[in-house]
């Protein structure tokens, strides 16, 4: 196996950016996840050549050292960027150590600093591919470097113009394709990765005499960890050390009782079970096993949540374990997870085990005649290196493909098909999805929604002054809670006395629940996913002017992922006039003195929409929302206008519906019988075979990562199992690889 030393550090990306674009589209891109901080410099080769290529006017810096910043990941903080240069040249590039004042992550800035910047320093051009999985965090620290050489640049009292010379093209020059041979080859490096990664080394062992592994790890983002670190709770069902310690040894959950629960949740209003028991039964019985071995491997889980079962009551059960959540900000208990991947990575490096970040898979290697997979075919997303990497297995985790418009328009229910705007990593472009199914390989509900958590606007009024609030933290972030009027806007769209409709004008769901795991009477959470990326919150001038004078006070909502921070509750807003006028003309709201005129401006069928506001107004004058179970508080009937609409995003975290999995974790063909010997599909590329399209995954909280871990753990053990028996375990020499860890 190819011996592959590694710069080992993690980030936050999303899809698209080039070394030629990375400048366009900061501004309107709404919060992402981001993690990092660190410091990075070196000495770029032939500076003098490499700083001249790039235009024609005189090239004179001041030498010294500048300051610049703009917002990070989450667009609120600035994140400091200082750069020291000669007459011609970049030499340094700094970022501050971790600290919340900038709202990034270690983990993130780690990987751009020691991927991006040695990049442009060698390269002497900011037209350099950002890092994936941390492309918001690669375009500000982008920018904030240009401002510092065009101050460099006028300093020495070069024509501003001069700044074309840090603009030139940064070619790959990819080598001959790479052939690598593995007996287990892991694609994606998520948490299921991870542990696949780490428990396929641990059985090898055990079956190989201790012998070092085989096994390699590829990821396309600069950073392993994927969204995983995002998230916090995974369900659990029984783990036996938590039996012990919390609840004398008696079970958690009724078995029995909880599979009859999952059942009826998954079941269509024909009698059709939408999962698959005998996936569901292997989960109910392993998960627990998967929080028991992570324990066993240094992972650490704060107070458990007792979560009330969704179906009824039938049962009070202890599932989702919140990963620390009693061990500070949720940055403190990001870091320590962080930790806990070094620590696995760790384990399998020690044993032998490899990983190459920034490295794509996008095809399968497939013996159509003994209908097996031998290998994929990847790339490095930086250098264009081919590589053909041969392995006796593959388990595919690269998270769904929630980046892949194609795939999100063909393979999606019509009902929320489309592009969706995407908090993702950019990394689950569904290229071995596709790849997959071109193999024939079955799907399992991937018709099923994304998993829609958060909503937000399609862009931010970015008018108003972000204010700091030093009375909380936000977990999210670690840092002090922000708040500013560009989201009013956003919380008038999201009031729970609004009316909300699809694009087909009608009423969709309680709106009071537009942001909650809790079901309305239909049955659905976070219920906004049937209207697909899109839907239209309306009010009249009336309700905006009773929220500029009393505050969103009384107004239940939940502003949102995708915000700067909200409004505080009791705060009135005298500028709500102007705020609303400046975000009609920003095209995120539109004003009509009828319904009719308004649903034209919105491409709505108005007497369709006319129809569905006459029944909620009889639905408030009888005080009972028959359609979605509105508490009658929140029933306000629409009078005369003139009437508003704002478009709000469903933003997808990611698809989880995907390919047909046995309970072996192996990827079945389109009769959903035959296993395609050598593949296996982890997390969200197979997380459909446990739900139902209909209620969405949000009826078991904490079941995406929860699969992730449980199908991660046991695909690495069933994968290394099936090498043993089909073909025998390499004989591995070389260098142990190292990796910095620490203990938690």
Known sequence: MKETQTNHSTGFATAGCSRRSFLRGVAGVAGA????????????????????????????????????????????????????????????????????????????????????????????????????????????????????????????????????????????????????????LVVGMSTGGMIAMCNAVETIMSLNGDKRVSVLAIDKAGKYGGRSALTHEAQSVNPKRYIETHNNGELFIDPVAYKQMWIESVTDAEGNVRAKEDVIDMFIEKSGDTIDWLVEHGWHYGTMHSLSNVAGGLLEFNTALSSNVDLGTYEDRRMM?????????????????????????????????TNTVKGVKARNVVTDQEYIINAKAVIMGCGGFGSNPELMETLLDPRWAGAHKSLGFGTDTGLMMQAALNIGAGTWNADMSPIIMHLGLP??????????????????????????????????????????????????????????FAPDIKGQSFCSYVTGPYFYSLFTQSQASKIAANGFTTIPRWEGYVSRGGVPDELPIPEMDDILNYAIEANMMWKADTLADLAAQINIDPLALEETVNEYNAACEAGEDTAFGKAPEFLSAYGDGPFYAVQIMNVAFSTIGGLDVDPQIRVLKEDHETPINGLYAIGNDSGGVLLTPENNYTVFPGIAQGWNQTSGRLAGENAARYIGEAYGFAEVTGVLMEIDSHTV
Not at 146 to 174: N, R, T, W, Y
Not at 464 to 487: C, F, H, M, P
Request: one cysteine or more; hydrophobic letters at 35%; charged letters at 25%.
């Open 33 to 184: 996840a981001a993690l990092g901080a660190g410091m990075a410099g070196c000495t770029p080769q032939n500076q003098t050549t490499l700083a001249n290529t790039g235009g024609d006017a005189p090239l004179a810096m001041k030498p010294g050292t500048y300051t610049s910043g703009h917002p990070g990941a989450w667009q609120i903080w600035d994140l400091p960027v200082t750069v020291t240069v000669s007459e011609t040249a970049l030499l340094k590039i700094e970022v501050p150590e971790y600290r919340f004042d900038h709202g990034e992550t270690e983990v993130v800035l780690e990987s751009v600093k020691e991927k991006l910047f040695p990049r442009i320093i060698e390269s002497q051009s900011l037209d350099v591919d950002v890092i994936t999985g941390a492309t918001m965090s690669s375009m500000s620290v982008l920018q904030s470097i240009e401002d510092c050489l065009k101050e460099a640049l006028a300093a020495g009292g070069s024509d501003e113009s001069a700044i074309s010379h840090f603009h030139h093209p940064v070619e790959a020059q990819p080598g001959e394709p790479e052939t690598i041979d593995t007996d287990l």
């Open 459 to 516: 862009h931010y009024l970015n008018k108003y002054e972000i204010n700091q609030d030093e009375s909380k933290l936000v977990g999210r972030t670690g840092r002090y809670a922000t708040w500013t009027l560009d989201d009013v806007p956003l919380g008038l769209g999201l009031r729970g006395d609004s009316i909300a409709v699809d694009t087909n004008g009608k009423r969709f769901g309680n709106e009071s629940k537009l942001m909650s």
């Open 337 to 369: 997870l962080e930790g806990y991947y070094k620590g696995i990575l760790a384990k399998a490096c020690a044993q032998g085990a490899d990983y190459m970040l920034e490295t794509e898979a996008y095809d399968l290697i497939y013996d159509e005649a």
